[in-house]
């Protein structure tokens, strides 16, 4: 029995980073889902989507500023439909260049 290409396991954690962010944009609209790489201080755009925010795959960050770093610590919940309403993310985006309303993370180890 044939199994239909989109069905395939793909052969790079790129390509998978993509696949699961497009399912993410189609079942949950945001102005960005990305996954990224936290190495040595920086937080590294591997595969994003989106056209409210302009990031995209090679993007560095600082990671010590990031709504990830609040998540990832335990200082802020992984899901926050309100950001303002989470005090760790109320401080991060009142210095973050940019606007962001609400905010979903999970780390993948």
Known sequence: MQVAAHLMPVR????????????????????LWAVMRVNEGAQLVLSSTGD????????VF?????FCRRMVSGD????????????????AAAAAPITIGAYVGTPIT
């Open 12 to 31: 790079s954690f790129d390509a998978a980073c993509e696949l699961v962010i497009d399912y993410l944009a189609q079942v949950a609209p945001m102005g």
């Open 52 to 59: 409210t925010y302009p990031v995209q795959a090679g993007d």
């Open 62 to 66: 600082p990671f010590s500023t990031s």
């Open 76 to 91: 802020a919940p992984r899901i926050a439909p309100d950001v303002a309403q989470v005090p760790a993310y109320a401080d």
